[in-house]
């Protein structure tokens, strides 16, 4: 009788486990573990896109790993150090979603206080070279469009054009400019639209738009002493960079669910908006941040043309490997100055 009741028990509780993993609920272990870790004090959180951008910090010498992970919702949460500043590192994966999920849940579970992404990304300033480290002073996300139909033009109201609604102030892409038989296109042209926001010092149910979101002024202010900061340019003996490469402030990123390259669109992002890095995740990370009040900054390497190179190849096959380390590179010692190793910078700063 007492091992029915028993057996009926541990039931129950498997029961009452599966059923709260299944609904999104923290179980007790992975509970007390966040709640431990919240103990310590504030991280810096770090969202990184792949585990190919994760690898160089892993062994980057100035990280050291406390061995302490936390797995939640499919991702993985990593405990360490850099240059003795604790650090939460968590894997995004590809794409603006992937992107947001991670820095929400990064948020939401532990005591944070600035986030960092980097890795690398395509280039669309003609007047920037594969391996250059860019630190963008805004970004958006440039794929949220309104499609306007055939016939009509930009004198034309878009649909639920008004307040609150689509509208035709940020501009638009005519891809009839881009036919070679001419400039009429079914495809017809393409309106950008903002971001709705939910700021969390804001009235709940009632948004706000925001198209180019602005990084963190403290940090921006702070990286761009790393602007002389040596990096990496040869992969080998045989194969380096012609033009040595370099951090730089640049004005714009963008992000979208769309891998580019193509030389037209890069050239149509660059000289309509201003931007030099394009990628996938950076917006993400920056819409949630933002909408947080939560400062953040990204290191973008870049390790190809986005399309503006040579015909036959894309330089991110040769190049990629060389440009995720320029990032932790730039990344690492921005956080070594956040650490606190040079005061008399940082009380310039702040």
């Known amino acids: 009788m007492l091992t029915k009741i028993f057996f009926f028990y541990l039931f129950v509780l498997v029961f009452i486990s599966f059923q709260e993993r299944a609904n999104g609920a923290i179980d007790g272990s992975t509970k007390k573990m966040i709640e431990k870790a919240n103990k310590n004090g504030l991280f810096l959180g770090l969202v990184i896109p792949n585990m190919f951008e994760m690898n160089p910090l892993l062994s980057n010498p100035n990280y050291k790993s406390t061995k302490v992970v936390?797995?939640?919702a499919g991702r993985r949460f990593r405990f360490g150090k850099i240059y003795k500043k604790p650090v939460i590192m968590v894997m995004s994966g590809m794409g603006m979603v992937n992107a947001a999920?991670?820095?929400?849940?990064?948020?939401?579970?532990?005591?944070?206080?600035?986030?960092?992404h980097y890795g690398i990304a395509g280039n669309a300033n003609p007047n920037l070279n594969i391996g250059d480290v860019t630190i963008a002073e805004y970004w958006s996300h440039s794929a949220l469009w309104n499609w306007q139909r055939y016939g009509d033009g930009p004198e034309d109201p878009l649909a639920f054009e008004g307040e609150d609604g689509f509208t035709r102030e940020i501009g638009y892409m005519k891809f009839?400019?881009?036919?070679?038989?001419?400039?009429?296109?079914?495809?017809?042209?393409?309106?950008?639209?903002?971001e709705e926001v939910y700021?969390?010092?804001?009235?709940?149910?009632?948004t706000q738009q925001a198209f180019w979101i602005p990084v963190d002024s403290n940090?921006?202010?702070l990286s761009k002493s790393l602007e002389k900061l040596k990096l990496e340019d040869c992969i080998d003996a045989?194969?380096?960079?012609?033009?040595?490469?370099?951090?730089?402030?640049?004005?714009?990123?963008?992000?979208?669910?769309?891998?580019?390259?193509?030389?037209?669109?890069?050239s149509f992002l660059y000289n309509k908006f201003?931007?030099?890095?394009?990628?996938?995740?950076?917006?993400?990370?920056a819409l949630i941040c933002y909408q947080q009040k939560v400062p953040f900054i990204t290191f973008r390497a870049l390790s190809?043309?986005?399309?503006?190179?040579?015909?036959?190849?894309?330089e991110a096959d040769t190049f990629s490997g060389l440009s995720a380390q320029n990032s932790v590179i730039v990344m690492v010692e921005f956080v070594k100055l956040l650490a606190g190793y040079n005061r008399k910078l940082l009380n310039s700063f702040w």
Request: with cysteine; charged share 15%.
């Open 274 to 285: 201003n931007i030099s890095p394009v990628e996938m995740e950076s917006a993400g990370v």
């Open 70 to 72: 936390i797995d939640y």
């Open 176 to 194: 009839g400019i881009y036919s070679t038989k001419g400039e009429d296109n079914l495809l017809n042209n393409v309106w950008y639209q903002a």
């Open 199 to 206: 700021p969390v010092d804001g009235t709940p149910e009632q």
């Open 219 to 221: 940090y921006l202010s």
């Open 101 to 116: 999920v991670a820095t929400q849940l990064l948020l939401s579970l532990f005591e944070i206080e600035g986030v960092i």
């Open 304 to 314: 190809d043309l986005a399309g503006g190179g040579t015909a036959t190849s894309n």
């Open 238 to 266: 045989t194969i380096c960079l012609t033009n040595p490469p370099k951090v730089t402030t640049v004005h714009r990123g963008t992000s979208a669910n769309i891998y580019l390259d193509n030389a037209a669109y890069r």
